[in-house]
């Protein structure tokens, strides 16, 4: 498929985007690894409370699978998805974040090819990934044209798996004027709505949807400075599964996004 054409609108998005990770990334002390911070992303269940254990588990097996971490910023993932065995790849439109990206694959002795790219255009042949690993950035950018470039880049039957923070329920913008605002966000950014959502996975076979942290979770860690975490978490993934009219009021999802054969 080509790639539509950049416009001024689009160009504005990335150099903002590249902005707020320079800063991002100015501002970020790289602290080693632990085994514990690692293990709990190579084998998670599938009923794990947590977003990120989740979509660690829709990953599966990589081994000898060539896995695209999409977006791979600071290179928390790629460490991960290595020590699961892939031949993994790092994108990420910033370079300060690929350098540090760099920086961290090195120091937990891991392999991984890292690249300053853009999403939409990653410079990958066609159908030449396997699995592409994108958590928390297609609500940064234009969503038609990274569908489009993930479409074009996976082998038929390879696929997405997708972590974002969404926006369903207006309930959602009252419990953020609880919590302090957020620094160094993009205009551009924005969890995403329903229907953004659909458009994004439209093209896509789905599989295992689930959704992850209704708005207390994060007003109650607020509150108790991150006390009893796994307790909230926990008890919002168990109200989600009793009550699905619940999920329209969680603020991520994770789900895998099959390439039709």
């Not at 605002?181 to 959502?197: C, D, G, I, K």
Request: with cysteine.
């Amino acid at each position: 498929m080509a790639t539509p054409p950049r416009s001024p609108a689009l160009a504005e998005r990335d150099r903002e985007e590249i902005r707020r990770s320079a800063e991002e990334a100015r501002n970020f002390l790289l602290v080693p690894f632990t085994r514990s911070q690692i293990e709990r992303y190579l084998d998670p269940p599938a009923n794990t409370p947590y977003g990120l254990e989740y979509a660690f588990h829709l990953v599966g097996d990589v081994r000898g699978k060539r896995v695209l971490d999409l977006g791979c910023g600071k290179g928390e993932n790629l460490v991960v998805l290595a020590e699961r065995g892939g031949s993994v790849i790092g994108i990420d439109i910033s370079a300060d974040l690929v350098r540090l990206a760099e920086t961290r694959i090195h120091a937990s002795a891991v392999k991984a090819n890292l690249a300053v790219a853009s999403a939409y255009q990653t410079g990958l042949p066609d159908e030449s990934v396997d699995i592409i690993f994108c958590a928390a950035l297609i609500h940064h950018l234009d969503i038609p044209r990274v569908r489009e470039e993930m479409l074009r880049i996976l082998k038929r039957g390879g696929f997405v798996v997708l972590l974002e923070p969404i926006r369903f329920s207006r309930l959602y913008d009252w419990f953020r004027k609880l919590l302090p605002s957020r620094e160094n966000v993009s205009e551009y950014e924005h969890p995403l709505t329903r229907s953004e959502f659909d458009y994004m996975v439209s093209g896509f076979s789905a599989e295992n949807l689930r959704y992850f942290r209704l708005p207390f979770v994060p007003l109650t860690q607020w509150l108790l400075r991150g006390k009893m975490n796994r307790f909230v978490y926990s008890l919002s993934a168990w109200l989600i599964a009793k009550v699905p009219a619940l999920q329209r009021f969680a603020t991520s999802a994770a789900v895998r996004l099959r390439k039709s054969v």
